[in-house]
């Protein structure tokens, strides 16, 4: 009862109340909820203290930032309290448009970021891209097949795939990269490559369209991969298959600012449960290349069957 109480009387602030309503549907920085709310750093810091040790809310480190969410498992009726509450307090319809466009900028920085190395990729190093993992993925493929490539650059990847494909259908959320894609096809002769402007999470294909959904060094990139995952089920065909070639997870903090990383790559662990989540059967995962040079990233190839 004790803790009930105390939860209530938290919710009896109004503040509290409209941190809570924006963290259930995603997990922001302070700064954010500055930018959000209009209240100062302070303020801010106090209810989210006053939050968490009421076992409501719960961070995690992301660089030298720490993301705050809504603690999983909240009970029922605090949940229900709380989303009731939401016709008495006039700021937060206000709150969730401010919401929205928090995470439109999360998109426009990482878009940005790929917009400046539209047709440079092949001239700079990117981590995890080996020449080994594109074997290993090309061992998963049985020709002739629709092949998804989710989020494809500049579109190496889809190129290669294309040699061999039926048809490869490459999404990226950069204009400036599907114009880039779609122009060196053109040039390259290659009539089977489709370039469709696109976010991981909400993907411009029809459902059951490809054989063959691959996430090239990209869902490190998402952010929220589970999202991506979902995503990718519901555009395979019965029998599909999701391959995953990403970074397995390491603590080079610097990726976040030289290569626009949401996430430090993944454990296989966590790879397996968005593979089990995102609704994948007989998941496989194995390490298929490790750098020689610092920071010795080593990359990680998952698949899944749908």
């Known amino acids: 009862m004790a803790s009930i109480l105390k939860s209530l009387k938290l919710l009896s602030e109004p503040s509290r109340i409209r941190i809570l309503l924006l ?76 919401l929205k466009l928090v995470l439109a900028r999360r998109q426009d920085k990482m878009r940005a970021y790929f917009d400046e190395l539209a047709g440079k990729f092949g001239r700079q190093y990117v981590p995890g891209r080996s020449w080994q993992g594109l074997a290993e993925t090309f061992l998963m493929l049985m020709p002739p097949l629709v092949i998804a490539d989710l989020g494809a650059g500049e579109g190496t990847m889809s190129e290669l795939l294309a040699r061999r494909a039926k048809r490869v259908i490459a999404v990226d959320n950069s204009e400036k990269m599907v114009e880039y894609g779609s122009e060196l096809a053109h040039s390259h002769g290659v009539k089977n490559l489709e370039y469709r402007l696109g976010d991981l999470e909400s993907l411009p294909i029809a459902k059951a369209e490809v054989d063959v959904a691959i996430f090239s060094q990209s869902l490190h990139h998402a952010q ?66 490790r750098e020689t040079e610092a920071p010795y990233f080593e990359t990680v190839l998952a698949t899944g069957d749908k």
């Open 23 to 98: 963290l259930e549907q995603e997990e922001l920085s302070v700064a954010e909820l500055q930018e959000i709310l209009g209240m100062g750093q302070s303020t801010i810091s106090t209810y989210l203290a006053q939050l968490k040790q009421a076992s409501l809310v719960e961070d995690r480190r992301t660089g030298k930032n720490s993301l705050y969410s809504l603690r999983p498992g909240a009970p029922p009726e605090m949940l229900a309290l709380l989303r009731n509450s939401v016709p008495e307090i006039p700021e937060a319809s206000d709150d969730a448009d401010a």
């Open 224 to 289: 929220h991969p589970a999202n991506a995952m979902t995503e990718a089920h519901r555009i395979l065909k019965p029998g599909g298959r999701v391959i995953i070639l990403d970074l397995l997870k390491h603590h080079f903090e610097e990726a976040r600012t030289l290569y626009a990383d949401l996430w430090l790559g993944f454990t296989k662990v966590e790879l397996q449960k968005l593979l089990e989540k995102g609704g994948f059967s007989n998941p496989n995962i194995a390490t298929v290349h």
